[in-house]
């Protein structure tokens, strides 16, 4: 059977745990070489022994996305090692600590925002130059059902995931007529280190999570992999733009 992202390049923030790691497992699987980037490298290298392991194709890289020269640097690292970049999944991301809108410290919510928000834009400011230079490309951004709806005691991870999506959504529209999708995923909680910190940190959560939930369960990793695995490949050529909720019918209440 042929592969879904065969001869093609991406590059995953993130990559190093969680849902990044889930999709450089599977991107590589089908076919993809893959640039895996995160900010701990220990466990991005980790993410690369997976998929050398399995007779992958892939390198690791330490950037943070809110720093415009690691982005930079890293955009150029994945050219310079496999001279373009089909698919780039910008995914990196952090929770901070569960409070309310009055009580949140003003440095967190600063850090949020350059993570989750800007740090989207950074990654796809130099994505963007090399896509149309070299004629096209699929993006997608990890926003979040906070992205559509609000976030009990997660004002600033709304704010960012709300932000995520409008800047998705207004970089869909600019790129159309250059071969450049861009789409938003919108999962709900996910099994991952980081919505285990979250449950560890708020107690009751995980109860709450689960009952909210028509499919009272969180979805796998690997379930939010295929969906970008879909968004990145040519299988989805006129999906753009998209908000896509992935939340096993969370925001459809
Ligand atoms: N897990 C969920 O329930 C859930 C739900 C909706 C959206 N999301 C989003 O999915 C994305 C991935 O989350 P996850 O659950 O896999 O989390 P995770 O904590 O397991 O993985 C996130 C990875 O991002 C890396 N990272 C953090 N800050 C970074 C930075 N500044 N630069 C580069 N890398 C950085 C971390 O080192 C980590 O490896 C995040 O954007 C998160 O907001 C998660």
Redesign the pocket.
């Known amino acids: 059977m042929t592969k879904q992202l065969s001869d093609k390049v991406a590059l995953i ?8 790691r889930a999709t450089a497992v599977l991107f590589a699987q089908e076919g993809a070489r893959v640039a895996v ?4 490298p220990d ?1 991005a290298a980790e993410t690369v022994q997976m998929i050398t392991a399995g007779d992958g194709q892939a390198f690791h890289f330490q ?4 720093q415009a020269a690691d982005v930079q640097a890293m955009v150029g690292e994945v050219v310079a090692r496999y001279g373009r970049l089909d698919c780039a999944f910008n ?5 901070g600590s569960p409070v309310r809108t009055m009580d949140v410290d003003e440095a967190d919510f600063d850090r949020i925002i350059a ?2 928000l800007k ?1 989207v834009w950074l990654c796809m400011k130099y994505e963007l130059e090399q896509m149309l230079a070299q004629g096209g490309g699929a993006i997608v951004n ?5 992205g559509l709806v609000g976030a009990h005691s997660m004002p600033a ?1 709304a704010a960012s ?1 709300h932000g995520v999506v409008g800047l998705t959504r207004t970089t869909a529209v600019e790129y159309a007529r250059k071969g450049i999708r861009v789409n938003a995923i ?5 099994q ?4 285990e910190r979250a449950f560890a940190a708020l107690p009751g959560l995980e109860q709450g999570v689960l009952n909210a939930n028509p499919s009272r369960r ?2 796998a ?1 690997e379930e939010i992999a295929r969906a970008v695995l879909w968004l990145c490949s040519d299988a989805a050529s006129f999906t753009n733009g998209a908000a896509l909720t992935i939340d096993g019918g969370f925001t459809a209440q």
Do not use: M, R
């Open positions: 923030t993130g990559g190093g745990s969680g849902i990044g980037a995160d900010l701990n466990s950037a943070d996305v809110s995914n990196a991301g952090i929770e993570v989750n740090g990890t926003a979040s059902v906070a991870y995931k919108c999962p709900s909680f996910v991952t280190p980081l919505v969180l979805a990793a």
